[in-house]
Protein backbone atom coordinates (compact mmCIF):
# COMPACT_ATOMS: atom_id res chain seq x y z
CA UNK A 1 0.00 0.00 0.00
CA UNK A 2 1.40 3.64 -0.76
CA UNK A 3 1.83 5.71 1.86
CA UNK A 4 -0.32 8.46 1.96
CA UNK A 5 1.03 10.83 3.60
CA UNK A 6 3.26 11.85 1.43
CA UNK A 7 3.48 13.21 -1.78
CA UNK A 8 5.89 12.51 -4.73
CA UNK A 9 6.70 15.65 -7.63
CA UNK A 10 7.17 13.46 -10.24
CA UNK A 11 8.25 15.71 -13.39
CA UNK A 12 12.09 15.56 -11.16
CA UNK A 13 12.14 12.14 -11.29
CA UNK A 14 15.25 10.82 -14.16
CA UNK A 15 16.02 14.54 -15.45
CA UNK A 16 19.89 13.44 -15.00
CA UNK A 17 22.64 15.96 -15.13
CA UNK A 18 20.45 18.99 -16.95
CA UNK A 19 18.99 19.23 -13.13
CA UNK A 20 22.33 21.41 -12.28
CA UNK A 21 21.55 23.54 -15.32
CA UNK A 22 17.91 24.11 -14.14
CA UNK A 23 19.17 24.63 -10.95
CA UNK A 24 21.67 27.67 -12.04
CA UNK A 25 18.76 29.54 -13.63
CA UNK A 26 16.56 29.35 -11.08
CA UNK A 27 18.94 30.76 -8.80
CA UNK A 28 19.39 33.47 -10.67
CA UNK A 29 15.88 33.99 -10.78
CA UNK A 30 15.46 33.77 -7.87
CA UNK A 31 18.14 36.38 -6.80
CA UNK A 32 17.44 38.75 -9.37
CA UNK A 33 12.98 39.07 -8.27
CA UNK A 34 14.36 39.46 -4.70
CA UNK A 35 16.95 41.90 -5.55
CA UNK A 36 14.81 43.77 -8.01
CA UNK A 37 11.70 43.87 -5.64
CA UNK A 38 13.52 44.58 -2.28
CA UNK A 39 15.09 47.86 -3.79
CA UNK A 40 11.73 48.76 -5.10
CA UNK A 41 10.62 48.41 -1.72
CA UNK A 42 13.61 49.74 -0.14
CA UNK A 43 13.43 53.20 -2.28
CA UNK A 44 9.83 53.76 -1.68
CA UNK A 45 9.94 53.61 2.00
CA UNK A 46 13.19 55.33 2.27
CA UNK A 47 11.72 58.18 0.19
CA UNK A 48 8.96 60.49 1.91
CA UNK A 49 8.00 61.97 -1.53
CA UNK A 50 6.70 58.77 -2.52
CA UNK A 51 4.54 58.13 0.37
CA UNK A 52 1.08 58.18 -1.81
CA UNK A 53 -1.04 55.72 -2.54
CA UNK A 54 0.11 54.55 -6.15
CA UNK A 55 3.68 54.25 -4.11
CA UNK A 56 2.59 52.19 -2.00
CA UNK A 57 0.45 50.09 -3.96
CA UNK A 58 3.59 49.43 -5.96
CA UNK A 59 5.74 48.62 -2.77
CA UNK A 60 2.60 45.84 -1.97
CA UNK A 61 3.03 44.75 -5.45
CA UNK A 62 6.61 43.95 -4.91
CA UNK A 63 5.97 42.82 -1.20
CA UNK A 64 3.54 40.14 -2.72
CA UNK A 65 6.63 39.07 -5.65
CA UNK A 66 9.00 38.32 -2.85
CA UNK A 67 6.13 36.00 -0.87
CA UNK A 68 5.50 34.43 -3.73
CA UNK A 69 8.86 33.66 -5.07
CA UNK A 70 10.04 32.66 -1.37
CA UNK A 71 6.88 30.15 -1.79
CA UNK A 72 8.19 28.56 -4.59
CA UNK A 73 11.95 28.79 -5.33
CA UNK A 74 13.48 27.14 -2.22
CA UNK A 75 11.50 24.29 -2.74
CA UNK A 76 12.32 23.99 -6.19
CA UNK A 77 16.03 24.47 -5.67
CA UNK A 78 16.22 21.90 -3.31
CA UNK A 79 14.09 19.56 -5.43
CA UNK A 80 16.36 19.78 -8.13
CA UNK A 81 19.59 18.79 -6.49
CA UNK A 82 17.60 16.30 -4.32
CA UNK A 83 17.50 12.56 -5.41
CA UNK A 84 13.99 12.32 -3.77
CA UNK A 85 11.63 14.21 -4.39
CA UNK A 86 8.97 13.33 -1.73
CA UNK A 87 6.94 16.07 0.23
CA UNK A 88 4.86 15.59 3.52
CA UNK A 89 1.28 16.60 2.81
CA UNK A 90 1.16 18.92 5.35
CA UNK A 91 4.30 20.86 3.89
CA UNK A 92 2.26 20.38 0.49
CA UNK A 93 -1.04 22.17 1.34
CA UNK A 94 0.90 24.88 2.69
CA UNK A 95 2.97 25.84 -0.05
CA UNK A 96 0.06 25.50 -2.34
CA UNK A 97 -1.87 27.53 0.34
CA UNK A 98 1.52 30.28 -0.09
CA UNK A 99 1.53 29.83 -4.13
CA UNK A 100 -2.32 30.77 -4.52
CA UNK A 101 -2.75 33.02 -1.69
CA UNK A 102 0.34 34.98 -3.85
CA UNK A 103 -1.93 34.73 -7.09
CA UNK A 104 -5.12 36.08 -5.62
CA UNK A 105 -3.09 38.75 -3.79
CA UNK A 106 -1.56 39.83 -6.46
CA UNK A 107 -4.66 40.22 -8.59
CA UNK A 108 -6.34 42.25 -5.64
CA UNK A 109 -3.34 44.66 -5.07
CA UNK A 110 -4.19 45.46 -8.85
CA UNK A 111 -7.86 45.82 -8.35
CA UNK A 112 -6.80 48.73 -5.82
CA UNK A 113 -4.36 49.88 -8.20
CA UNK A 114 -6.94 50.21 -11.16
CA UNK A 115 -9.16 51.68 -8.85
CA UNK A 116 -6.63 54.35 -7.34
CA UNK A 117 -6.05 55.39 -11.04
CA UNK A 118 -9.88 55.46 -11.87
CA UNK A 119 -10.12 57.61 -8.24
CA UNK A 120 -7.40 60.20 -9.49
CA UNK A 121 -8.19 60.61 -13.21
CA UNK A 122 -12.10 60.45 -13.50
CA UNK A 123 -12.34 62.59 -9.88
CA UNK A 124 -9.41 64.16 -9.05
CA UNK A 125 -10.82 66.82 -6.78
CA UNK A 126 -11.88 64.26 -4.89
CA UNK A 127 -8.94 62.26 -4.56
CA UNK A 128 -7.69 63.42 -1.14
CA UNK A 129 -10.33 62.78 0.84
CA UNK A 130 -11.30 59.37 -0.83
CA UNK A 131 -7.33 57.65 -1.12
CA UNK A 132 -6.78 58.66 2.86
CA UNK A 133 -4.04 57.20 4.73
CA UNK A 134 -6.70 55.22 6.76
CA UNK A 135 -9.01 54.22 3.59
CA UNK A 136 -5.83 53.17 1.93
CA UNK A 137 -4.97 51.09 5.09
CA UNK A 138 -7.82 49.29 4.91
CA UNK A 139 -8.07 48.49 1.30
CA UNK A 140 -4.86 46.96 1.47
CA UNK A 141 -5.67 44.88 4.56
CA UNK A 142 -8.53 43.41 3.24
CA UNK A 143 -7.05 42.59 -0.59
CA UNK A 144 -4.24 40.39 1.92
CA UNK A 145 -6.51 38.76 4.30
CA UNK A 146 -9.60 37.89 2.61
CA UNK A 147 -7.29 35.82 -0.35
CA UNK A 148 -5.49 34.17 2.39
CA UNK A 149 -8.64 32.95 4.47
CA UNK A 150 -10.39 31.91 1.63
CA UNK A 151 -7.79 29.77 0.77
CA UNK A 152 -7.05 28.77 3.82
CA UNK A 153 -10.69 27.22 4.27
CA UNK A 154 -9.58 25.84 0.95
CA UNK A 155 -6.57 23.71 2.36
CA UNK A 156 -8.69 23.14 5.09
CA UNK A 157 -11.35 21.06 3.37
CA UNK A 158 -8.55 19.47 0.72
CA UNK A 159 -6.19 18.56 4.33
CA UNK A 160 -9.36 16.08 5.21
CA UNK A 161 -9.58 14.29 1.76
CA UNK A 162 -8.81 10.54 1.65
CA UNK A 163 -5.86 10.27 -0.75
CA UNK A 164 -6.31 7.05 -3.22
CA UNK A 165 -2.39 8.46 -4.63
CA UNK A 166 0.46 10.21 -3.90
CA UNK A 167 1.88 10.72 -7.47
CA UNK A 168 1.80 14.33 -8.60
CA UNK A 169 2.62 15.68 -11.98
CA UNK A 170 3.73 19.34 -11.52
CA UNK A 171 6.67 20.96 -9.75
CA UNK A 172 4.98 22.17 -7.35
CA UNK A 173 2.51 21.23 -4.94
CA UNK A 174 -0.89 22.16 -6.64
CA UNK A 175 -4.26 22.25 -5.18
CA UNK A 176 -6.30 21.10 -8.01
CA UNK A 177 -3.73 18.38 -8.50
CA UNK A 178 -4.12 16.98 -4.85
CA UNK A 179 -8.21 16.98 -5.44
CA UNK A 180 -8.01 14.99 -8.12
CA UNK A 181 -5.95 11.89 -6.21
CA UNK A 182 -8.86 11.96 -3.56
CA UNK A 183 -11.17 8.60 -3.47
CA UNK A 184 -13.88 10.85 -1.76
CA UNK A 185 -16.44 13.01 -3.26
CA UNK A 186 -15.09 16.44 -3.94
CA UNK A 187 -18.29 18.64 -4.34
CA UNK A 188 -17.58 20.68 -1.47
CA UNK A 189 -14.21 21.41 -2.32
CA UNK A 190 -15.65 22.10 -6.21
CA UNK A 191 -18.20 24.62 -5.45
CA UNK A 192 -15.71 26.50 -2.61
CA UNK A 193 -13.25 26.49 -5.25
CA UNK A 194 -15.33 27.80 -7.86
CA UNK A 195 -16.53 30.61 -5.13
CA UNK A 196 -12.75 31.61 -4.35
CA UNK A 197 -12.21 32.03 -8.20
CA UNK A 198 -14.91 33.73 -8.47
CA UNK A 199 -14.28 36.72 -5.71
CA UNK A 200 -10.26 36.62 -6.06
CA UNK A 201 -10.04 36.51 -9.44
CA UNK A 202 -13.24 36.75 -11.85
CA UNK A 203 -14.49 40.17 -9.45
CA UNK A 204 -11.23 41.99 -9.32
CA UNK A 205 -10.67 41.85 -12.92
CA UNK A 206 -14.40 42.77 -13.82
CA UNK A 207 -13.95 45.95 -11.56
CA UNK A 208 -10.41 46.17 -13.06
CA UNK A 209 -11.68 46.40 -16.69
CA UNK A 210 -14.34 48.82 -15.43
CA UNK A 211 -12.51 51.08 -14.00
CA UNK A 212 -9.86 51.61 -17.07
CA UNK A 213 -13.01 51.65 -19.60
CA UNK A 214 -14.42 54.47 -17.80
CA UNK A 215 -10.67 56.01 -17.61
CA UNK A 216 -10.70 55.46 -21.65
CA UNK A 217 -13.77 57.22 -21.93
CA UNK A 218 -12.63 59.95 -19.72
CA UNK A 219 -9.39 60.49 -22.06
CA UNK A 220 -11.30 60.74 -24.77
CA UNK A 221 -13.53 63.86 -23.89
CA UNK A 222 -10.28 65.22 -22.32
CA UNK A 223 -6.99 67.60 -23.81
CA UNK A 224 -4.17 65.94 -25.31
CA UNK A 225 -1.70 66.69 -22.36
CA UNK A 226 -5.00 65.06 -19.97
CA UNK A 227 -4.81 62.07 -21.81
CA UNK A 228 -0.72 61.95 -22.34
CA UNK A 229 -0.60 62.11 -18.37
CA UNK A 230 -3.39 59.91 -17.85
CA UNK A 231 -1.90 57.13 -20.22
CA UNK A 232 1.60 57.52 -18.60
CA UNK A 233 0.36 56.20 -15.37
CA UNK A 234 -2.22 53.45 -16.75
CA UNK A 235 -0.09 51.66 -19.64
CA UNK A 236 2.36 50.27 -17.08
CA UNK A 237 -0.67 48.74 -14.37
CA UNK A 238 -2.21 47.64 -17.94
CA UNK A 239 0.95 45.65 -19.08
CA UNK A 240 1.42 44.19 -15.58
CA UNK A 241 -2.30 43.01 -15.72
CA UNK A 242 -1.69 41.75 -18.99
CA UNK A 243 1.09 40.10 -18.23
CA UNK A 244 -0.06 38.16 -15.04
CA UNK A 245 -3.81 37.56 -16.32
CA UNK A 246 -2.15 35.49 -19.48
CA UNK A 247 -0.46 33.71 -17.38
CA UNK A 248 -2.81 33.01 -15.27
CA UNK A 249 -5.11 31.86 -17.62
CA UNK A 250 -1.99 29.13 -18.66
CA UNK A 251 -1.91 27.76 -15.53
CA UNK A 252 -5.73 27.36 -15.18
CA UNK A 253 -6.36 26.01 -18.54
CA UNK A 254 -3.38 23.65 -18.10
CA UNK A 255 -4.38 22.46 -14.85
CA UNK A 256 -8.35 21.77 -15.47
CA UNK A 257 -8.35 20.67 -19.18
CA UNK A 258 -5.80 17.42 -18.90
CA UNK A 259 -6.94 16.90 -22.52
CA UNK A 260 -4.61 19.43 -23.88
CA UNK A 261 -1.74 17.45 -25.46
CA UNK A 262 1.19 19.69 -25.00
CA UNK A 263 5.16 18.83 -24.72
CA UNK A 264 6.24 18.71 -21.59
CA UNK A 265 8.61 21.31 -21.39
CA UNK A 266 6.07 23.74 -22.75
CA UNK A 267 3.27 22.60 -20.36
CA UNK A 268 6.10 23.22 -17.44
CA UNK A 269 7.02 26.42 -19.02
CA UNK A 270 3.62 27.85 -19.16
CA UNK A 271 1.82 26.62 -15.65
CA UNK A 272 5.21 28.16 -14.11
CA UNK A 273 5.03 31.66 -16.29
CA UNK A 274 2.92 33.16 -13.20
CA UNK A 275 5.46 32.32 -10.56
CA UNK A 276 8.21 33.58 -12.68
CA UNK A 277 7.40 36.22 -15.10
CA UNK A 278 5.50 38.98 -13.46
CA UNK A 279 7.99 38.98 -10.09
CA UNK A 280 10.23 39.58 -11.95
CA UNK A 281 8.87 41.99 -14.51
CA UNK A 282 7.15 44.44 -12.40
CA UNK A 283 9.86 46.44 -10.61
CA UNK A 284 11.39 46.87 -14.09
CA UNK A 285 8.38 48.10 -15.57
CA UNK A 286 7.98 50.18 -12.86
CA UNK A 287 11.52 51.19 -12.29
CA UNK A 288 11.86 52.29 -15.67
CA UNK A 289 8.46 53.92 -16.79
CA UNK A 290 8.22 56.21 -13.40
CA UNK A 291 10.87 58.82 -13.54
CA UNK A 292 10.32 59.24 -9.32
CA UNK A 293 11.31 55.52 -8.89
CA UNK A 294 13.73 55.28 -11.77
CA UNK A 295 15.61 58.48 -10.71
CA UNK A 296 15.70 56.92 -6.76
CA UNK A 297 16.99 53.80 -8.14
CA UNK A 298 20.03 55.56 -9.89
CA UNK A 299 20.71 57.22 -6.47
CA UNK A 300 20.71 54.17 -4.51
CA UNK A 301 23.32 52.27 -7.03
CA UNK A 302 25.29 55.92 -7.52
CA UNK A 303 25.79 55.77 -3.38
CA UNK A 304 26.47 53.45 -0.96
CA UNK A 305 23.08 51.90 1.14
CA UNK A 306 24.39 53.32 4.17
CA UNK A 307 25.36 56.53 2.74
CA UNK A 308 24.26 59.83 3.85
CA UNK A 309 20.34 60.22 3.92
CA UNK A 310 20.18 63.23 2.31
CA UNK A 311 20.65 61.32 -1.15
CA UNK A 312 16.73 60.20 -0.67
CA UNK A 313 15.29 63.56 0.42
CA UNK A 314 16.61 65.94 -2.91
Given at each position: ????????????????????????????????????????????????????????????????????????????????????????????????????????????????????????????LQYNNIMTPKVLSVLIAISWIYPMICLGIAGILNSRLTMCGNKLW?????????????????????????????????????????????????????????????????????????????????????????????????????????????????????????????????????????????????
Amino acid sequence: MENRTYFYLMLFENIGYIRYAFFSLGFVLFCAIVFFNTLIILVIFLERTLHHPMYILISCLSVNSVFGTAAFFPRLLTDLLSDTHSVSREACLLQAFFIYSYAANENTILMLMAFDRYVAICKPLQYNNIMTPKVLSVLIAISWIYPMICLGIAGILNSRLTMCGNKLWKVYCHNWEIVKLTCENTIANNVFGFFNVTTTLIMPLNFILYSYAKILIICRKSSLDFRRKAYQTCIPHIVILLNFSVALFCEVTLSRFATLELPIGLSIILSLEFLIVPPILNPLVYGLNFPEIRKKIIWIIKCNVGGPKEHFNK
